[in-house]
């Protein structure tokens, strides 16, 4: 069991260090507001915009990849699309300083147990759930996202919002 703990250290180390800017200053980036599955299906359900949700953690190489595409897809289709991040089984300063390198400026949760993402169905992280206005799940992407497969639901999103 140390050398699982011990692994998983060295392992978050590495991912921290393999980012673009090393440190990051987290001192403008507030704590993300804890969430629960109801809370979250509740959002769906109001949003009267289609949803972009992408579970994610700092601690997962694969959400480090994805997030720059998610950051782009934001910033092109933000006033159409809501997107909100859900970070679970973290920590905060690791999710604060996670969005700071990544300069993720689209509404983020905190989910330390990873209540969302086992009520949603998913299991692992990253996954990128599409949800039409209203709350009724388009797709549902385990794993990391890549530009195409984000571009061609977003397009769907599109269609039917």
């Known amino acids: 069991m140390r050398r699982i703990a011990v692994l998983v250290v060295a392992l978050a180390v590495a991912a921290t260090a393999c980012g673009p800017s090393g440190a990051v200053d987290v001192t403008d980036i507030p704590p993300l507001p804890e969430t629960t ?7 769906l359900a109001t949003s009267e915009r ?13 959400c480090r990849s994805e997030a720059p595409l998610l950051r782009r897809a934001h910033r092109r289709h933000g006033d ?6 859900v970070d679970v089984r973290d920590a905060q300063d690791e999710a604060r300083a996670f969005l700071a390198e ?3 400026d689209f509404e983020h949760y905190f989910d ?11 299991i692992g992280v990253p996954q990128t759930l ?5 709350g009724d799940l ?6 990391v996202i890549d530009e195409r497969t984000l571009a061609l639901q977003i397009d769907e999103l599109l269609r039917t919002g």
């Open 102 to 104: 990544f300069d993720l």
């Open 80 to 85: 159409e699309i809501r997107f909100v991040g």
């Open 112 to 122: 330390r147990p990873g209540e969302v993402q086992r009520e949603l169905g998913g």
């Open 37 to 43: 599955a109801e809370e979250v299906r509740t959002l």
């Open 130 to 134: 599409f949800y039409a206005p209203g």
């Open 50 to 62: 289609p949803v972009v949700l992408n579970i994610w953690a700092s601690w997962c190489g694969p």
């Open 138 to 143: 388009v797709f549902h992407h385990n794993g």
